[in-house]
């Protein structure tokens, strides 16, 4: 169904916001704001505020961006839509599990085959400390750790935009190529979490990773929320399972984690019409 405008015309519903201006705000925007980190670190300067500090704020710049250009191109009434969309809760429990155990179980396969091969068992205590801070580490990764403020952009706004002019899963891929550009800076940055991961790795994982994002996305109705759920779920079992070569001593646990994310892909992208299922 279209959207009818106020003077009484048709039109497709969407976010019509120009891709290139949003993806050039959200760019600038971010790369800016971790700019100070770059040259601090090139010429071993100290700044005023912690390195976090910096790296949050400007992982909120696509969801900042996609909001304040809503409102600019839309007005309030598909601003209203854009913010609706992460309060879709009333989904099947399969998407939540999906969503929050799904990367957990990919993590904890692939650690498994990194330990058959010869890797070194990670120290998993079962009831120790870091386990128990798990739920609290969720949340603070949910609200300040990159989905609540990327997703309203990348899923938000890209997605759709990709959407209408490419095909399954290449708006997913593009999408992902997207992403990982978003993220280069932050690999040249010593205290964020792509530090120690090879960049080309970091991309492989991202693109299957976005074509899951886009079947959960449509899967549970075109809620946020699930993705922002499985945004979260991804980087905080990463760190509590020791998946980072940091971690794990070894780049061979996310590297067969990235193996058996595009094999998951592949399979939802060839067995599951859901996929390419969307709201008209």
């Not at 039109?11 to 770059?38: D, E, M, N, Q, R």
């Not at 071993?44 to 912690?50: E, F, I, N, T």
């Not at 085959?113 to 120790?128: N, R």
């Not at 990327?150 to 706004?157: I, L, M, N, T």
Request: aromatic residues 12%.
């Amino acid at each position: 169904m279209g959207i009818v405008s106020e003077q009484g015309h048709e039109h497709k519903g969407g976010i019509p916001i120009p891709l290139t201006l949003y993806l050039l705000v959200t760019f600038c925007c971010a790369w800016l704001i971790w700019s100070p980190l770059l040259i601090a670190e090139y010429l071993r300067l100290s700044l005023p505020a912690p390195p976090v500090v910096f790296i949050t704020l400007g992982s909120f710049a696509p969801s900042i961006a996609a909001l304040l250009l809503t409102w600019r191109y839309s007005g309030g009434t598909e601003l209203r839509k854009l913010l609706g969309r992460a309060l879709v809760w009333r989904v099947s429990p399969i998407w939540y599990l999906l969503a929050i155990v799904g990367p957990a179980m990919v993590m904890l396969l692939a650690m498994v085959g990194h330990i058959l091969l010869g890797g070194t068992a990670p120290d998993y205590v079962p009831f120790g400390a870091r386990w128990l801070i798990v739920v609290v580490n969720f949340v603070l990764v949910f609200l300040i750790g990159g989905p609540l403020g990327e997703e309203f952009g990348w899923r938000g706004v890209v997605l759709p935009a990709l959407e209408a002019r490419f095909s399954p899963p290449w708006e997913s891929l593009i999408l992902g190529i997207i992403w990982t550009v978003w993220h280069l800076p932050l690999f040249f940055i010593a205290a964020s979490a792509q530090h120690s991961l090879p960049f080309w790795l970091f991309a492989l994982l991202t693109m299957p990773l976005c074509i899951l994002i886009t079947w959960v996305y449509h899967g549970s109705g075109d809620s946020l929320l699930l993705v922002m759920l499985f945004h979260a779920a991804v980087n905080t079992w990463s760190g509590v399972l020791k998946i980072s070569p940091e971690a794990a001593g070894s780049t061979r646990p996310i590297a067969l984690v990235m193996l058996l994310t595009w094999a998951v892909a592949l399979f939802v992208v060839v067995g599951h019409k859901s996929y390419i299922q969307r709201n008209q």
